[in-house]
């Protein structure tokens, strides 16, 4: 056993170049998905990368998986440097996406996972004992023999947990694993993946989310990532914990009658607001500097005429954190990149 | 970081991967009947037409067996077209492509594994059509050395095959084009290769050309090999097309793998991998 990090990465970047139509053929744009991506990742760690869709958490786990070269710095998976080997580092590595439709729908579950199994080189007697083993962990071993076709989308992802996990890697990446589970296969992942992970000391897992309650319940340490950069990279709680000076307050109002967001923001002790808008109701997100900064902001809606309906206190989360660095929430900017 | 657990490597792993990736085009044959209208009633359909064709026509009889053979070999055909080139542009969409790169295991014997299992399966489509299309047709064979029709036919599938690895990596980098390109070259293959025809009936250069897809040489010396009339419409000597198909399976086999090393790292540098529309 030696004491590299199991994930190491240094200034790593990647620009893409994207091809215009025909007539744009002279003007060549580019794409900057990751930007001076400095982390560590000790062994068996859970580490989780939090920040909306496009936020570059997929690019990099692609790098990092060796199927994307950096166009700047390096990436090394268990002292590996990832583009000038990928070969030996593919043995020690796995990866499942959320919502991915690997495998052949005609064959079983358990044939989907003993054929993977063979990609790596696992004896087929110790890959039916692990397969068995894992869909019993999981919860699976009643559809063993269903042909993965014929899966739900729950019990497809669990089956797609289940081959990074046969394969025994030394590094796990799980791109969002929940997307598009519900609730209840949402935690019964969650339950199985700290179990896997528990069960080894070797093991590690990088987990990327833009689930925040995922994010905070799982992982060790969290890199929070906006527009390819590494905005903070902490535990949760010590996240949170400087948020703790701060005044949180969630107030839901009626229409604003005109009144903009902006004349809270520039109020006294206000450090941030963000707002979303739903069945005809406001709900807002307060950080301020204190709680008596939040007189200013009740005295400015009430002269506005506007109804507080709703009001609340409460402690930190990831999700204020992350509003506190980038200045919106991630459920925004996933919007404003729907819209864009 | 210790180790991971102890696994096969070097050629184990090789042939591993090989027989897994044949699995699914072998458990298939099984479990999706539809074959049987698609791949052996459609063909026999096309068969029907050439020879009532050539009966209209009054030609010799043998063509009427090279049509029958001509059908088989088509199966062959659809199956290195749609199954192994523009295979990888399909598990690009659904993800396996990703997953086969990622792991230990090499693309070559992905591929090979593909390759095998698309041989096998298609071997037992076009065995039904020869079986069916020579009862229904009355056809006779004399096989004049079985040596050589073993040689021929195993070289055809090699080289065709290896062509269909090798034209695979290409579609490596395609998105949605991959499935028009398939298209335009299903069509001009079974004109250029002789399916329903000897191929003695081109200008020698055209025949020439066309022999460079295996099928051609492939299917003009096993009709030497199986009618009595054969030699005398045959395009080359028989020998003389062992040895070319010889030459295009190293050709294209050697040609698979370069390309694909190549493209694989083409594609990981171009982010093509996973991402169809940059």
């Given amino acids: 056993m030696t004491s590299s990090p199991a994930i190491q990465t240094e200034n790593l970047g990647r620009v893409y170049k994207i091809r215009g139509s025909r007539k744009e053929k002279e003007i060549r744009r580019e794409l900057v998905a990751l930007k001076d991506v400095s982390l560590e990742v000790k062994q068996g760690e859970l580490f989780g990368l939090l920040g909306p869709n496009g936020a570059g958490k997929t690019t990099l786990i692609k790098i990092l998986t060796t199927l994307l070269a950096p166009t700047s710095g390096w990436g090394k998976v268990a002292g590996i440097d990832v583009a000038q080997a990928p070969r030996q580092v593919r043995p020690l590595i796995n990866m499942v996406s959320g919502g991915e439709s690997s495998g052949y729908g005609l064959l079983t579950v358990r044939e989907n996972l003993w054929m993977f199994a063979q990609f790596y080189g696992v004896p087929s007697k110790e890959a039916y004992r692990r397969i068995d083993a894992a869909l019993k962990d999981i919860g699976l071993d009643d ?88 905005l903070t990279c902490d535990s949760p709680e010590a996240l949170k914990r400087r948020l703790q000076r701060d005044a949180l307050f969630e107030i839901t109002t009626s229409p604003l009658n005109g009144l903009p967001v902006s004349a809270l923001e520039k109020l006294d002790g206000v450090r941030k607001v963000t707002h979303s808008v739903a069945d005809g109701s406001v709900t807002f997100k307060l950080i301020l500097k204190e709680d008596a900064a939040l007189a200013g902001v009740i005295n400015t809606l009430t002269a506005a005429n506007v109804v507080i309906q709703n009001f609340s206190k409460h402690e930190p989360t990831l999700e204020d954190v992350f509003v506190d660095l980038v200045g919106s929430s991630i459920e925004d900017l996933e919007q404003e990149g729907e819209d864009a | 970081m210790p180790e991971a657990t102890v696994r096969l490597s070097g050629w184990r792993l090789f042939i591993s991967t090989v027989f897994a990736r044949a699995y699914p085009r072998l458990i298939g044959q099984q479990r999706e009947a539809s074959w049987l209208v698609f791949e052996v009633l459609l063909p026999l359909v096309s068969v029907s037409a050439y020879v009532f064709v050539y009966r209209a026509l009054k030609a010799p009889e043998e063509y009427v067996g090279f049509v029958v053979m001509g059908g088989a070999m088509t199966a062959f055909w659809l199956n290195v077209l749609w199954s192994m080139s523009s295979q990888l542009y399909w598990e690009k969409e659904t993800g396996n492509l990703a997953l086969y790169i990622m792991a230990p295991s090499s693309m070559t014997a992905i591929l090979l594994g593909m390759a095998l299992g698309g041989m096998l399966a298609t071997a037992l489509r076009a065995l039904v059509i020869i079986v069916v299309g020579s009862w229904m047709f009355n056809v006779h064979y004399v096989v004049l050395d079985f040596v050589q029709l073993f040689a021929v036919f195993m070289l055809s599938m090699t080289a065709l095959y290896g062509m269909g690895m090798m034209t695979s990596s290409l579609f490596l980098l395609l998105s949605r084009e991959a499935w028009h390109i398939a298209n335009l070259a299903q ?92």
Wanted: proline share 4%.
């Fill in chain 2, 187 to 278: 069509e001009p293959v079974y004109l250029a290769s002789g399916f329903y025809f000897p191929i003695k009936s081109f200008p020698f250069w055209i025949a020439a050309a066309a022999s460079v897809i295996p099928l051609t040489l492939g299917l003009d010396g096993m009709r030497q090999l199986i009618f009595p009339s054969g030699a005398a419409l045959g395009f080359l000597d028989v020998r003389l097309e062992i040895g070319i198909l010889i030459l295009l399976s190293a050709l294209f086999l050697v040609g698979a793998r370069v390309l694909l090393d190549y493209m694989e790292k083409l594609a990981i540098r171009e982010g093509r991998l996973t991402e169809s529309r940059r």
């Fill in chain 1, 143 to 230: 559809r063993a023999h269903t042909k993965s076709s014929d899966l739900s989308t729950g019990l497809r992802q669990k089956m797609n947990i289940v081959r990074g996990f046969i394969t025994d890697p030394r590094v796990l990446f799980l791109d969002e694993p929940t997307l598009g589970l519900d609730v209840g296969a949402s935690r019964d992942v969650r339950r199985i993946v700290r179990q896997w992970l528990g069960a080894d000391a070797g093991r590690t897992l990088l987990l990327t989310t833009h689930y925040m309650a995922e994010a905070d319940e799982l992982c060790d340490r969290v890199a929070i990532i906006n527009g390819g950069q590494v």
